[in-house]
């Protein structure tokens, strides 16, 4: 299901980041870093989540020189259970909210809501925001890490960040084009250490269902990016795509979770980065500035989401997969 | 924030219970009741409750005479973490999807997404699902009931079932005239056995937002109904909106939870019915049976959810809520 917006536009973003998004390529395009720890002087994992998502929104607010009173709603999702960090986050906006969930696809999900619900011209704006925390991901769908214990190669490394994006109806130089809502794919995998595989089947059909449904080639786009599927991700999804929808993904393709880190010096994230602030740490920050600069038009950005059940896996069950897609274009004046 | 809708419509609903409900006083709206266990022949009660979610939506296409092909989105979320019921049930439908959260709210969330989206004419339908089981909430939100333990006099049920709704851009008899989406709200409750003081203050700013935004008195409405405060709770609402907002809940006000289950027969649901399928066993049931049969003509439902996480409430967080509410109203020929 594909729909071409028709008023939906991009006024601004923010990003903060963690310590281990400091070394990023991309760092520069980070509104702002937290260098210390994993607590940002907070007393539980869980509220250091909650304020990089809470700061994330003040900064956007600030940034686009917006009262609190002016949004008319605020979209987001996280990966805590009952996505808590959001709704701690949002409690005190004292802003209309809806709660959403796509795992590590949630950023996209709702930039498609909101883009839609502009559309209808009942609201005038709506944030969307989500966040993620390496430390409470590990916490709540992995096993703590003993000592001596290695993870595999193909396991990615949860971003800590929050990030905002203010989606209006008022006419700026990006527009949000489309969306590509996502179907729910299941390929078979029970690895948990190995997301890359589970989400590039689902990239795929979205991929091929967005230039399906718009009547496109992959080479409409200067630049299609994924969300999380790390550098063994990505390879499958070329593999994958190439063989089952006869779509090339060349050099204009990449992948946000292959992107995020230096892999060189970050030695301890093996497979790259994910979570649903992967993709907007690259999204609303490189992708966006490159926009501006119209160093790119016309751009893909699909995230991806296992819908990973600790509970469901135990009892045997495969790891689900999601992903939504957005195209993004500069506005000719 | 309020929509008014323009295009959307009820085309049918589906109501799958569990055997707490067959003494419903609302039981002969339900489509089809589980009468024996908690498990339905699925080897686990979380595949239990996806089981439920997912014949809700075969149901609703058998009912509207609708092959999957024919719907353009699904719009799913329940209390499950990672709201697993909703994706494990929709695997297989091979239909878009967008996961929600608001907790028990999260039925009318759906509705006013899929409204909004409806309203776009980008799509022209929309399944919205949701589920609980008492057991799986059990399980996951408070601790196992040991031999002796007994919960006290305000703790809600949470209903078992499965429902689903279709909305659709084709005129039928009864329209989605409006939506509200409601804001997060912290009145300082940690008492997780007694959700019906946490919801009712959010329950009374939507009410009145509501109201306040279509310049309507309460009058204006033949049944207001929320959705899962309970006996006590809903007294809880009367009083506080009598005195913070001037809002009389007069005969015409009931709450789902209150109404759900034979309170005299089954004494040990002491204060009612909860879970985010809970107002819609009596929405999607009685209130449209009586919509149809114009008993009712213009209604305002208005779903509660407490956005509990045990995690923040260990940490000795509030206990926030959120409720949003929809009107429905008979189309007049």
């Given at each position: 299901m594909t729909f071409k917006f028709k008023n939906a536009y991009i006024e601004n973003t923010s990003l903060i980041a963690g310590y281990y998004e400091k070394?990023?390529?991309?760092?520069?395009?980070?509104?702002?870093?937290?260098?210390?720890?994993?607590?940002?002087?907070?007393?539980?994992?869980?509220?250091?989540?909650?304020?990089?998502?809470?700061?994330?929104?003040?900064?956007?607010?600030?940034k686009s020189k917006k009262t609190k009173d002016e949004i008319d709603v605020i979209i987001a999702g996280d990966l805590l259970n009952q996505i808590t960090s959001s709704s701690y986050a949002i409690l005190n906006k004292n802003i209309p909210f809806l709660g959403v969930y796509s795992a590590c696809a949630t950023s996209n999900e709702s930039i498609i809501i909101a883009s839609a619900m502009i559309d209808t011209k009942?609201?005038?704006?709506?944030?969307?925001?989500?966040?993620?925390?390496?430390?409470?991901?590990?916490?709540q769908f992995r096993n703590p890490i003993e000592y001596g214990g290695l993870k595999p190669k193909t396991a990615t490394f949860t971003a800590t960040g929050g990030a905002?994006?203010?989606?209006?109806?008022?006419?700026?130089?990006?527009k949000i084009e489309s969306g590509t809502i996502g179907k729910i794919m299941d390929l078979g995998v029970k690895d948990a250490n190995n997301m890359g595989a589970v989400m590039a089947p689902a990239a795929a059909d979205t991929i091929a269902r967005h230039l399906f449904d718009l009547g496109r080639d992959i080479n409409y786009y200067d630049l299609?990016?994924?969300?999380?599927?790390?550098?063994?991700?990505?390879?499958?999804l070329k593999e994958f795509i190439k063989k089952d929808y006869n779509i090339i993904l060349d050099s204009r393709y990449d992948d946000c979770g292959a992107m995020l880190y230096n892999l060189e010096k970050q030695k301890e994230i093996t497979a790259g980065g994910s979570g649903p602030v992967c993709a907007p740490l690259i999204n609303y920050g490189f992708v966006y500035q490159m926009l501006k600069k119209k160093h790119f038009k016309k751009v893909l950005l699909v995230t991806t989401g296992a819908l990973?059940?600790?509970t469901f896996l135990y009892q045997k069950n495969n790891i689900l997969s999601i992903a939504h897609a957005i195209s993004l274009e500069v506005v000719e004046k």
């Open positions: 070394l990023s390529p991309y760092a520069k395009y980070f509104d702002k870093i937290y260098e210390k720890d994993f607590y940002f002087k907070e007393k539980s994992l869980e509220q250091a989540e909650t304020k990089l998502l809470s700061e994330s929104i003040d900064l956007l607010l600030k009942h609201i005038g704006n709506a944030i969307c925001s989500t966040s993620s925390h390496n430390l409470t991901s590990e916490k905002s994006i203010l989606i209006t109806s008022k006419k700026t130089d990006i299609i990016l994924t969300g999380d599927l790390g550098i063994f991700g990505k390879e499958i990973f059940s600790p």
